[in-house]
């Protein structure tokens, strides 16, 4: 795959259906791997962060994410075709993954609120997995988790992640947060066949 490279940081030349494609083939190929949709954000913080640089040189895949990343790209030569962001691919990968039979999980956004009516008793991921089961008939949802859970918890939660066994996995946290989040289930967990993808606040979008 060509790329172009960032601010230090390799970004794959992807049309928005090629980025499908080569997600399309990662899943059904088996392994683990990371999906950036890089935003001057993040590739501002790889910059300035050897980790995070780190951690997108070892991404599987690394889209444009936002128009000044398009510009930076075609002014360095090497231009790409369109934005490629977390909310479009995500929307993209769920009808695939009601077709596929892919089971999906999302973590991230806010939780519910307790005794509360029964729409806000529901977690921003679960009101977000509920309308989009209507949106895409037969999506398997695996699993959700709110994104508001302390460090103590995290052990629960990748045990919880690792039991649904989804072949993909929702992030939404917030960039850069959510692609180390990422790289820190990926070192510890037990799945072998996932594609995990950092969305931002997509989550929000789709569930209101
Ligand atoms: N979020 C979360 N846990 C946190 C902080 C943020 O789950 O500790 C969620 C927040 O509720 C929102 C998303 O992360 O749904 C961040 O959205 P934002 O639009 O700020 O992210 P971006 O798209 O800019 O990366």
New binding site residues.
């Given amino acids: 795959l060509e790329t172009v490279n960032i601010l230090g940081t390799p970004v794959h030349r992807l049309t928005m259906a090629g980025a499908i494609q080569e997600i399309e083939r990662r899943i059904k190929s088996g392994g683990r791997h990371q999906i950036v949709t890089a ?1 001057p ?1 993040i590739l501002y913080s790889a910059h300035h962060d050897p980790s995070i640089r780190q951690l997108l040189s070892e991404a599987s895949l690394v889209t444009a994410d936002g128009i000044g990343v398009v510009w930076a790209a075609s002014i360095l030569g090497k231009p790409v075709a369109e934005r490629v962001t ?1 909310i479009d691919l995500m929307a993209d990968l769920l009808a695939r993954a009601a077709k596929q039979g892919w089971p999906c999980f999302f973590y ?3 939780p519910g609120r307790k005794e509360a009516s029964p729409e806000e008793e529901r977690s ?1 991921a679960e009101e977000a997995a509920r309308r989009l089961c209507d949106r895409f008939p037969g999506l398997q949802i695996a699993g959700t988790a ?3 859970i302390s460090a103590s918890e995290q052990a629960a939660l990748h045990l919880q992640i690792d039991a649904a066994k989804p072949r993909l996995l929702f992030v ?4 850069p ?2 692609e180390q989040w990422i790289r820190d289930f990926f070192r510890a967990t037990t799945l072998n066949d996932i594609v995990a993808i950092g969305i ?5 979008v789709f569930s209101g």
């Fill in positions: 935003n954000e977390g991230g956004g806010k921003v709110h994104g508001y939404g946290l917030g960039a947060r959510q931002g606040g997509s989550l929000d």
